[in-house]
């Protein structure tokens, strides 16, 4: 999928390309398109307002806000009984000077679903999409995000002022007392329908809606160095029985404060240990693996398909467009890997699973090696049935 990932996002970055996006621009610095593009146009649907209406029964419990200036409390998110309730809901908000934010709106469209698994699978990173929804007016704090977020705006205006400073890269984790941002230097972005910014994460940054506002913010953070020690660490872990045990003889040593030497020698002899293994690529490429593996057990299943009665071995399937996969093989089993699923498989199948993830669309009978023609159609209708695989057109 890898090509067809790259395609998809570089038709929503365009007119830049997809090696100039990530080369000069990603955790770099901010970017700004405005030249007119059909993609980002249609990336939420013909009509995202309707359409986030309508599924009021999904969103309107949802909804979280900011203001810069709020006249009082937020309203409570709650269950509405219809598109009209939602919308004064809604506007409950704005009467207070709130923007609301409507997490998890992921499946919007197909394109926009499309956009977010391209993504996942060029980052290895899981992505989130969130609407704002603003009246005229309203404004957000300065703040800066700690995820990288492509903004798209879908309905309204907007003017966004982005601070010049170089990105500060935070953790995820807040502590008490920290300070906001300041923003002494910065650009001031005009942005209408169809138009694309790209901030990297811990970039200061504030926005005013210039009329009634509707954008989408999606965000996600690539695999950074912590997360590959992290990785190296985990697969450590799996191969070394005593780092998964207590630290210390008891397991209130950190909080009774005894033991403390045993304590330290334990972590530098398995942070030594850990070093050690690390100067094997083989380690570190199998403990990112399992990493991908893991990030993509943790995506959304793809939808279940139906054993098709009129499988033979003529048949066109091909990938479902969210499939992605990693495959992992031990001395017992084939671990094929996709999203919200594991499918444990003979060791024997080995050419023919892995033909089946790299292949975009194929026969049944084009399934290699050496099976028997009733083994090809009852992989074939095992991944049919995972939605890895769905009918060709």
């Known amino acids: 999928m890898s090509s067809k990932s790259i395609n998809v996002v570089e038709s929503v970055i365009s007119p830049i390309s997809y ?8 955790g770099q610095k901010p970017l700004v398109l405005t030249e007119e593009n059909a993609a980002r146009l249609k990336l939420a649907g013909e009509n995202p307002r309707q359409q986030l209406l309508s ?4 969103y309107a419990p949802t909804l979280t806000s900011h203001s810069r200036s709020p006249k009082g409390p937020a309203p409570t998110p709650r269950a509405v009984d219809d598109a009209d309730a939602f919308y004064a809901l809604i506007n409950e908000y704005f009467s207070g000077g709130y923007t609301i ?21 060029q980052t290895q990173s899981e992505v989130g999409v969130v609407v704002f929804w603003s009246e005229a007016g309203a404004a957000a704090p300065i703040h800066y995000d700690d995820v990288d977020v492509i903004v798209v705006q879908l309905e309204g205006t907007k003017r966004w002022f982005i601070s010049k400073d170089r990105p500060v890269y935070p953790n995820k984790w807040k502590f008490a007392g920290e300070t906001p941002p300041q923003m002494k230097d910065y650009h001031t972005v005009d942005v209408k329908p169809g138009d694309l910014i790209y901030i990297p994460r811990g970039t200061a940054h504030t926005v005013q809606s210039t009329s009634e506002s509707i954008h989408i913010a999606i965000g996600f953070v690539p695999v950074t160095i912590r997360d590959a020690i992290n990785a190296a660490l985990d697969h450590y872990s799996d191969l070394n029985k005593p780092v998964r045990m207590g630290l210390g003889s008891r397991a209130d040593c950190l909080t009774a404060n005894t033991d403390q030497r045993r304590v330290m020698e334990q972590i530098r002899e398995h942070l030594s ?8 690529d083989d380690f570190i490429k199998a403990a990112l693996s399992r990493r991908k593996t893991r990030m993509i057990r943790d995506l959304p299943k793809l939808p279940s398909g139906k054993a098709i009665n009129s499988l033979d071995l003529n048949t066109r399937v091909r990938h479902h467009p969210l ?5 992992t093989v031990t001395e017992q089993i ?47 209708q095992r991944f049919l049935q995972s939605g890895f695989l769905v009918l060709a057109d």
């Open 19 to 26: 090696d100039q996006f990530f080369d000069e621009f990603f």
């Open 55 to 58: 599924d009021f029964k999904r």
């Open 101 to 121: 934010r409507i997490p998890e709106v992921t499946e919007l469209s197909d394109a926009l679903t499309r956009f977010t698994r391209s993504l996942e699978v």
């Open 273 to 280: 240990g850990l070093s050690d293994a690390c100067k094997a």
């Open 323 to 327: 499939a992605i996969c990693e495959i």
């Open 334 to 380: 084939v671990d094929f890997c996709q999203p919200g699923e594991q499918i444990l498989i003979h060791l024997g199948a080995r050419e023919s699973v892995e033909f089946i993830a790299n292949t975009d669309e194929f026969r049944v009978k084009d399934i290699p090696g050496g099976l028997e023609d009733a083994v090809k159609l009852a992989l074939a």
